[in-house]
């Protein structure tokens, strides 16, 4: 297993390096302040003296430069270090057990940056995170994992110290509270409709079959010699639930009984209808989950639109 850091900087220690000489002004000082000597006109100097007096003064060495810290992103002034960024990029292929590709990256850098705007609007409505809870969480960790010892091993494996580690915990805790507020704004009721359809190949196809509906051919029937499991039933859904904007645009202006014309979509050519329409119908759970995502999704594109986001990662 490839090791690697999460590593966050939290300050930079400055060494001062002092003179070794005095200066002028000291030494002013020092005579104005020291009483006078009584003394011959010539002062003896031991050889010592005069070897320390002649030896050349080596010069105190520089303060080494900071290593700057490289960025993968600056997100409205939070930084995501580069270390962050590979070691998300290592979870995610330990996730997927495969070599990444490009859009892989791209993924791994927006969800970091999506993770900062959700915890920066959660610092906004308050939605802090005191050491209390952290340490309930740590605690919860440790009982999950098997234990300080096993928790104190995966931090190391990780490249995690403690700072960096309360960091993301922190980070990941707040995120997701607002994450969480956004979503459980959904209702849990929607207009919704029953719709069915047939689902052809080809264009000539479904003009075919739209001329037999024309003429007076029974819907189920038709649906049923195209898809004889199904019927064709796509069951009930909210707006926004089916994958083309054209067939969910189709389905919430038919009236009941009434078919679409021939609407040709990635997957085929379809004609549709609809048999029943609640204005108020409780959203089935993967509906529900649906919409929760679409609502997440959209809040994030509108904060990303608000937000001075910068990719630094090559």
Known sequence: MVK?????????????????????????????????????DVQTRTPQDT????????????????????????VNGIRISQEEYQSELALYQDAVDRD????????????????????????????????????DRLEQLKTNIGGSQALSDWMEAYGYDEDSFHLALERSITSARMRDKIITSIPETAEQVHARQILLLSAQEANEVLIQLQAGDDFDNLAFEYDPITRGDLGWFPRGYLPDPQLDEAAFNLEINEYSPVIETLAGFHILVVVERDPQRSLEPDALLMLKIQALGEWLAERRSESDIEILAP
């Not at 590593?7 to 005095?22: D, E, H, I, P, S």
């Not at 892989?104 to 802090?128: H, K, P, Y």
């Open 100 to 135: 990444l590709t490009p859009k892989d990256e791209e993924r791994v850098l927006n969800d970091l940056i999506d993770r900062v705007l959700l915890a920066q609007a959660a610092a906004e409505e308050g939605l802090v995170v005191d050491e209390a809870t952290l340490e």
């Open 51 to 74: 070897q320390q007096a002649d030896a050349p003064q080596t010069p105190s060495p520089d303060p080494p430069s900071p290593t700057p810290e490289i960025l993968a992103a600056r």
């Open 4 to 40: 690697f850091k999460v590593l966050v900087q939290l300050g930079l220690l400055v060494l001062f390096a002092g003179a070794c000489n005095r200066s002028d002004a000291t030494l002013t000082a020092t005579r104005e302040v020291s009483p006078p000597q009584v003394s011959s």
